[in-house]
């Protein structure tokens, strides 16, 4: 049992290294998946990819940088959470491995979308995942931090435990999200940004996406990003 699961780890990632960038994607099950994530995305009656995921999602899952633009309802949450499962679990990722993924989100109600949707799709999946975006002591929320592989959360309550959980360890992180990056930095959180960078290690995956590209979201990319794929989804007139 355990080497057909081997045998199908290293063909999952076989199919990943050989998988072709230049012809688009159309159907989730075109793409390399984890049986988790494909049957995760069946349960949930998803199949064929929006423009926005057939441009990011390739690139993404061998592990490149991406800035994405696309205006709200193109399909970005499953943009960037499809990646995040699957570049976790071909890294075997498990428990005592810690956080593996931060999601930034600007305002608790996306935040609590974002999770939503993870709770959905990734539900054959073993990773654990948490909601951080105050409402709870920070008490509360450190005890249960410590064990998260996957936290989706708001920038100012993030900072705050960087800050103040001593038991919050952030090295082994191997990717990084922010959502709505244009809304994260119109509503001042410039700054906080610039201090959650500072707790993360350098060396991760980290993917931007907005609705609108503004002046201040290429600034933020510029010092987040290591050669980003940069894909934007235009309306056609
Ligand atoms: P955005 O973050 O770009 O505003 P969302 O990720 O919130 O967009 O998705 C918008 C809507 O489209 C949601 O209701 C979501 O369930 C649906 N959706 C996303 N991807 C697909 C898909 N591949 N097929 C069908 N519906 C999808
Ligand atoms: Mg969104």
Redesign the pocket.
Known sequence: KRKRGEEELSSLIKRVEELDLKTAVKNFADLPLSEPTANGLSASH?????D??SRAIPHALKGRDILGA?????????AFLIPVLENLYRKQWTEYDGLGALILSPTRELAI?IFE?LRKVGRYHAFSAGLVIGGKSLREEQDRLGRMNILVCTPGRMLQHLDQTAMFETHNLQLLVM?EADRILDMGFQKTIDAILDHLPKERQTMLFS?TQTKKVSDLARLSLTEPEYVAVHESA
């Open positions: 998803f199949k064929v990819l929006t926005i995921q696309a205006k709200t309802g193109s399909g970005k949450t499953l979308q949707v959502d609705a």
